[in-house]
Nanobody, 115 residues
Framework: QVQLVESGGGLVQPGGSLRLSCAASGITFSRYVMGWYRQAPGKQRELVAS???????NYANSVKGRFTISRDNEKNTVYLQMISLEPEDTAVYYC?????????WGRGAQVTVSS
């Protein structure tokens, strides 16, 4: 019954903006650390950003200053606001929920940054 559904991906030009959303169901959302990971072709999956129950955030160096993660516990949704997008940001972005030994993944959303 646990489900994480990403939305908001798509094609955007370099320098553009995009906001990803991840709607969670089947979990006590507020208790989970929420994160965004991405995986580009031929590369390992990497953590992009995470946010704890208390609102503490963590970002990969490559996206600091450009991406912002946030969460709305009333809506059971985590967001990733992306600005100043670069071709290097092209990847499948995955939503993750983690707590203790539990971890859940969304199916991913494609983000393509290209002119």
């Amino acid at each position: 019954q646990v489900q994480l559904v990403e939305s908001g991906g798509g094609l955007v030009q370099p320098g553009g903006s995009l906001r990803l959303s991840c709607a969670a169901s089947g979990i006590t959302f507020s208790r989970y650390v929420m994160g965004w990971y991405r995986q580009a072709p031929g590369k390992q999956r990497e953590l992009v950003a995470s946010i704890t129950s208390g609102g503490s955030t963590n970002y990969a160096n490559s996206v600091k200053g450009r991406f912002t993660i946030s969460r709305d516990n009333e809506k059971n949704t985590v967001y990733l606001q992306m600005i100043s997008l670069e071709p290097e940001d092209t990847a499948v972005y995955y939503c993750n929920a983690a707590r203790a030994m539990l971890a859940y993944w969304g199916r991913g959303a494609q983000v393509t940054v290209s002119s």
